[in-house]
């Protein structure tokens, strides 16, 4: 049976990447879904890639919790992918996955002379050493900051932590 890399996030909001078997993505994704789990990224999980790639383990849809690597910087992305049609999904060094709807990443634009967001579709989104490189479809092209994009990071348990350092 083909394996599936992915990342997901679990319902406590942790980041957890692993293998899981399955005939196609599709039934993959629909699998983790049924776990209440929300997947981030799936990629057919490839053998030959090095030290850094997905690991093929002969236990199906077993959620694998990393431990946080040692040095891992909470403002670095580890991974970017699409999330559904309207979202970009992130997943941070320190394993935390945030998911941004479009129209959240453009209103993070820092460019200070933005449209009032109205539709937003990404054309191009490239990572670069420190910002988050997204071309639009009106021809606008928004460098966020990492440290912006992970300050803005929508997930419950962001949310909470950044309401106790307002108080
Ligand atoms: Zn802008
Ligand atoms: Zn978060």
Do not use: K
Request: with cysteine.
């Amino acid at each position: 049976m083909p394996a599936f890399s992915y990342v997901v996030i679990d319902a406590q909001g942790r980041t957890r990447r692993g293998i899981v078997e399955a005939e196609t993505a599709r039934q993959a994704r629909s699998g983790l879904r049924n776990a209440g789990l929300v997947p981030v990224e799936l990629a057919a999980a490839d053998p030959e890639s090095g030290a850094g790639g997905p690991r093929r383990l002969t236990e199906p849809r077993v959620a694998r919790l990393l431990l946080p690597l040692v040095g891992a910087d909470p403002n670095r992305p580890d991974a970017v992918s699409l999330v559904g049609r309207y979202a970009l999904g992130v997943t941070w060094q320190d394993r935390h996955g945030s998911i941004y709807p479009f129209t959240m990443l453009r209103a993070a634009c820092p460019c200070g002379a933005c449209p009032p967001a109205g539709e937003a579709w990404p054309t191009e989104i490239r990572r670069e050493p420190s910002a988050l490189r997204v071309q639009w479809h009106d021809d606008h092209a928004s460098a966020i900051p990492y440290v912006e994009l992970r300050g803005r990071c929508p997930c419950a348990q962001c949310a909470t932590t950044r309401r106790g350092t307002d108080a």
